[in-house]
């Protein structure tokens, strides 16, 4: 155990200290001597951030329902206690044991966003772990890593010992079982790499090669190692009915980002819009039972007494029992005081009358996503959505009494034209419009519509995985004219900053070779790189250039469509052949429909689950 | 239907937890427990609670407050019951009762009682307990630094005589001692346990450690609240 005294004494000095105590409500502390896997749930962000990630939840009481594994969490310091904690000596432990991190078995971390990449490496160092594979020893923790960025790992081939692709949570248990025997039969690091090759969805690093061209693409890619296989699989559930679900989640003390019961309705996504990674690849759809659902809230409300549940997907909208699951919360709980909130609510498939019995119990803004301000561009990424289907709810938005509109959009989409940027002013202007153009009298309210535009990232596994992302100036000259444009004091307009997203697309597309570049920004001092008051592009550019990486190269290079790609030997269940053919038909800014309309052949279907896919058979 | 007025602590690592969290977190308990609370009308509904003075971070506490109102017939004994089973053993319901008080728990509360306990490698009981006593009986002077409505740094002399009801030290080990004093409370304002440590640290030796139980409330008699 660290010297609880030392860190006491110096805990009031930094801001939050609830974030480094634990001992919240339903976290669970285990007798060690009992437990023979010790497994440390790393978030490589600020506590508030990692409590509110509902992967963590899932993950945490799942890996402690086994009985002889102890699951513990440990956030990323905030640069104050990164501070007291270098300085008194203090290295990082977990919260539940405090314990410090070399005495896990595994540190297991989630790649939720590119831009934690340095948080990784520093909450290592403070854990007193060497950075690299090669160089912890048997008796060092495993470092383990998951999660959204798990679907491009090279850039993190370097640190991270074992990668879990796709859902874990069958594959977290199996791959602690093997871990367990041979730990009895004397650990020996490399055997257990070997077996847990073996093992659908899980990638070694190690055991691989890239082999560069001289133009610096990719040759190809060598097996090193007769246990791994050529190709890594991820893994889905396929039942989400059946599938491991706490019956309580942990509670924290302080304000975390999202403060409430959070409901998974379902996972994947049908809409096929070009540019998002998460409707690829976590195809196909697989949805929960309503009752499973209400069953769920009903054990989540108890053990914590939160007051709001919030449902949850990539599009809430489209769960087909939508109405059914929304009438039977709002019935049990309406008069307990508990709101039910949709955030990622599609106006063009949600009936009203619920959303106007939602209100009753607090009333939020309307948020709407177009992506894009123009026709031919929503097209052209597949949003599928005409400006009918967006002014017609916002009419009847604000006949039913709101006035206050968040729009998000994305500038740098693959055949963007001026024009298409401007779309954003001129969609948000007739928004306005729709607004004013009622008599009088019905008009209430104060008009606000925030419009913001965030800049296009281009990932793997999208069809637009080939294509070249903005240049940081024409970033900056697209929302510069819209901000110039928009001059109505209703409309307000905002954008994320360029040179983040521009680093966000080297690492989401970047190769092996920029395992260096990181542990070089973090030497230089890089962490927090995702909050924009910590990000110091300067230093990444340092980075760059004494590591002789071009970082242009993966963030602005349009490739061939048959280049090796870094990630080309995971396989997502999506084909290839049905990414390019949908990234051909974005260049015609060419549709294709909804796959619940009928199957539209991505691949995953035979692929993954041996069968079509369910959400298809429903409809017939 | 009666108010119900509770003594609860807040316990090891809970002391990190602000006031705020505190209030929050209480209000999650009877939700847990199933118990029916009232609620204010309008826009925006809140549970009808009432909390006594903030306490500082950092400090743990056996003497807390708070009063709620319900909306179901409970009786005191039940409350307390039904919370302690929802809540952590850092934060339990030491006493409930009925409330007819109609004065805020804030009014009610007169002074403070601590149990200060102290590390000094260098610890002198003498040099501590004259500092203590003149604390206590000339008073000592010293400048807090606050901001004011304009957010600039204000200075203001404290004389530790005019918070000062009760202070006495006992050596409670090697190299440790054990304080304990009454503060007087009021809304305007009062003496911080921080404060104290830091003029035995300016006057007398360095505190190498120190821990800060509040013990209780007490009202304008020298009673606990409840
Ligand atoms: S296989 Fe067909 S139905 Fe299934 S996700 Fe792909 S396109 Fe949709």
Redesign the interface.
């Known amino acids: 155990m660290i010297d609880v005294k030392k860190l006491d004494r110096e805990l009031l000095s930094v801001e939050k200290p609830a974030r480094y105590v634990g001992s919240e409500l339903n976290s669970v502390v285990k007798d060690k001597e009992k437990t023979s896997v010790r497994f440390a749930f790393a978030f490589p962000d600020v506590y508030e951030v990692g409590m509110s990630h509902t992967g963590l939840h899932i993950l945490y009481h799942m890996l402690n329902s086994i009985e002889n594994v102890w699951c513990e969490r440990v956030f990323a310091p905030w640069t104050d206690m990164e501070e007291v904690m270098r300085k008194n000596s203090i290295p990082l432990y977990g919260l539940e044991s405090k314990d410090e991190l070399k005495e896990f078995d595994f540190i297991g971390f989630t790649l939720q966003y590119e831009m934690s990449y340095t948080n990784i490496l520093n909450m290592l160092d403070l854990g007193g772990i060497p950075l690299k594979s090669k160089d912890r020893t048997d008796n060092m923790p495993i470092v383990i890593a998951g999660g959204p960025c798990a679907y491009n790992p090279e850039p993190l081939h370097e640190i991270v010992d074992l990668f879990t692709v796709g859902e874990a949570e069958e594959l977290l248990p199996e791959l602690l079982g093997i871990y367990e025997k041979e730990k009895l039969n004397g650990f020996n690091k490399l055997k257990f790499l070997e077996k847990a090759s073996q093992l659908e969805g899980i990638y070694v690093p190690q055991f691989y090669e890239e082999v560069y061209n001289e133009d610096n693409t990719i040759k190809e890619r060598k097996v090193l190692n007769n246990n791994a296989k050529d190709i890594i699989t991820k893994r889905i559930i396929k039942d989400m009915d059946k599938v491991y679900y706490p019956d309580k989640s942990i509670l924290p003390y302080i304000d975390v980002v999202h403060d409430r019961v959070v409901l998974e309705l379902f996972r994947g996504c049908t809409r096929g819009c070009r540019f998002c990674q998460a409707g690829m690849v976590y195809r196909p759809v697989r949805e929960k039972k309503s009752d499973t659902l209400v069953n769920q809230a009903e054990s989540m409300l108890n053990s914590t007494g939160h007051d709001e549940i919030s449902l949850t997907s990539l599009s809430s909208g489209d769960y087909s029992c939508l109405p059914d699951l929304t009438l039977k919360l709002l019935d049990k709980y309406e008069n307990d005081n508990v709101s039910i909130s949709l955030p990622s609510l599609r106006l063009d498939s949600m009936t009203f009358d619920i959303i106007q019995r939602l209100q009753e119990v607090r009333k939020s803004g309307l948020t709407f996503a177009p992506e894009a301000g123009t026709q031919r561009m929503r097209d052209v990424i597949n949003k599928n959505l005409t400006e009918e289907q967006i002014l017609g709810p916002v009419e009847t938005a604000f006949k039913l009494g709101w006035s206050t509109v968040k729009l998000y959009f994305m500038i740098g989409l693959p055949g963007e034209t001026m024009e298409d940027v401007l779309g954003i002013k001129e969609l948000s202007y007739k928004i306005k419009d729709k607004f004013f153009a009622r008599p009088k009298e019905e008009i209430k309210g104060n008009l606000k519509i925030n419009s913001s535009a965030s800049c296009f990232v281009p990932k793997p596994f999208t069809p637009f995985q080939w294509t070249a992302q903005n240049s940081i100036e024409e970033f900056y000259d697209k929302a510069k004219m819209l901000q110039r444009e928009i001059k109505d004091k209703k409309v307000s307009f905002s954008y994320h900053e360029p040179k983040l997203s521009y680093l966000e697309a080297v690492f989401a597309r970047g190769d092996r070779r920029l395992s260096k570049v990181l542990i070089s920004a973090w030497e230089k001092g890089c962490r927090f790189d995702g909050w924009y008051d910590m990000f110091d592009f300067d230093k990444w550019m340092e980075a760059f250039n004494e590591t002789n990486v071009d970082p242009d190269f993966f963030a602005k290079r349009q490739r061939e469509i048959t280049e090796v790609l870094p990630w080309d030997f995971i396989d997502v269940g999506v084909s290839k052949k049905y990414l390019i053919s949908e990234y051909e038909k974005s260049l015609e800014a060419m549709t294709t429909h909804d796959c619940r309309l009928g199957c539209t052949n991505c691949g995953v279907n035979h692929r993954l689950i041996g069968g079509a896919c369910p959400h298809v058979q429903n409809n017939k | 239907m009666c108010k119900i007025i509770n003594k609860y602590s807040k316990t090891?690592?809970?002391k990190?937890?602000?006031h705020l969290?505190v209030l929050?977190?209480i209000?999650?308990?009877?939700?847990?427990a199933?118990i029916r609370a009232k609620?204010s009308e309008g826009?925006?509904?809140h549970m009808k609670t009432s909390f006594g003075f903030p306490l500082s971070?950092?400090i743990e506490s056996i003497g807390e407050y708070f009063e709620i109102e319900l909306n179901e017939n409970l009786p005191p004994e039940e409350f307390k019951r039904k919370m302690n089973s929802?809540m952590?053993k850092?934060m339990q319901i030491i006493k409930s009762s009925c409330s007819d008080n109609t004065n805020s728990i804030m009014a009610r509360c007169a002074y403070a009682e601590y149990i200060i306990g102290i590390e000094s490698e260098n610890l002198d009981m003498d040099r501590l307990n004259n500092l203590l006593s003149e604390m206590l009986e000339t008073g000592v002077v010293y400048i807090r630094q606050k901001k004011n409505k304009k957010k600039k740094l204000v200075n203001k002399e404290i004389n530790t005589k005019e918070y000062i009801r009760y202070l006495k030290a006992d050596k409670s080990g090697d190299n440790k001692a054990k304080i304990e004093a009454v503060f007087i409370t009021s809304e305007t304002g009062s003496m911080k346990v921080d404060e104290l440590l830091k003029l035995i640290n300016d006057r007398a030796f360095n505190l190498d450690?120190h821990t800060i139980m509040k013990v209780d409330a007490l009202d304008k008699d020298m009673e606990p609240i409840l």
Request: aromatic share 20%.
């Open positions: 090891g690592n809970l990190y937890i602000s969290d929050r977190f209000q999650r308990s009877v939700n847990r199933g609620y826009f925006n509904p971070l950092g929802v952590p850092e450690y």
